[in-house]
């Protein structure tokens, strides 16, 4: 009798054993599925979602920049065809600095281009869109080296309403990585606007 309780006991005890073992093992699986599942759902998010933004704030956020890849691009010709086209007295300055300044332009419209990439959204990428969307237009080639230098100085006023834009919805969407980038751009048209208008000074005043 004390035997076959032993080994009813012993059966009971192997039981309960291996279904104590086959628990956590259950656990696991539904919890590298949970997680599977998890990861599957991260990737199939946009990437604006990824980075915590709503599909609204992403779409407002790329208009705005779009519009200002548009008209730093038309701006960045501009400058090139006055680098180019330049005649006069004061060409040696005024090549120079156009130069210089295309160069910064080019720099700036990477950096926008690339940040509507981040969103998941793709950037104005032609010419043809480029004008579409445009404030700042083209101009001639045979504008005098004052003239061109006044056509720039409105495109800086141009630029830095567009940046005000951006930085508007930036701030709204608490998008940091905009909100510095522009700023930096704010910046430094900022100083151009100034310098050229120092430049232009003497001619405005004939």
């Not at 998941?120 to 101009?139: A, N, V």
């Not at 930036?170 to 050229?196: C, P, R, Y």
């Amino acid at each position: 009798m004390a035997v076959g309780m032993v080994s009813a006991l012993s059966r009971l005890e192997l039981i309960i054993k291996l279904k104590n073992d086959m628990i956590p093992i259950t656990l696991d699986k539904g919890m590298a599925a949970s997680s599977k599942g998890t990861t599957r759902k991260m990737e199939n998010r946009k990437a604006y979602a990824r980075l915590g933004y709503t599909k609204m704030e992403s779409t407002e956020l790329v208009e705005k920049l779009n519009l200002l890849l548009a008209n730093y691009s038309v701006h960045y010709q501009k400058l090139r065809n006055f680098h180019w086209n330049v005649k006069g007295p004061d060409f040696f300055d005024i090549h120079e600095k156009f130069e210089a300044q295309y160069n910064d332009a080019k720099l700036a419209i990477d950096d926008i281009a690339e940040r509507i990439r981040v969103f998941g959204h793709t950037p104005y990428s032609t010419m043809r869109e480029f004008l579409e969307h445009s404030e700042i237009k083209e101009s001639g080639t045979d504008l005098r080296g004052h003239e061109m230098v006044g056509e720039i100085i409105k495109d800086y006023e141009l630029l830095l309403e567009y940046m005000y834009g951006v930085l508007e919805v930036a701030l709204d969407a608490a998008d940091s990585g905009t909100e510095d980038m522009v700023k930096g751009f704010v910046k430094q048209i900022e100083t151009n606007h100034w310098m050229m208008t120092a430049f232009n000074f003497s001619e405005n005043k004939t």
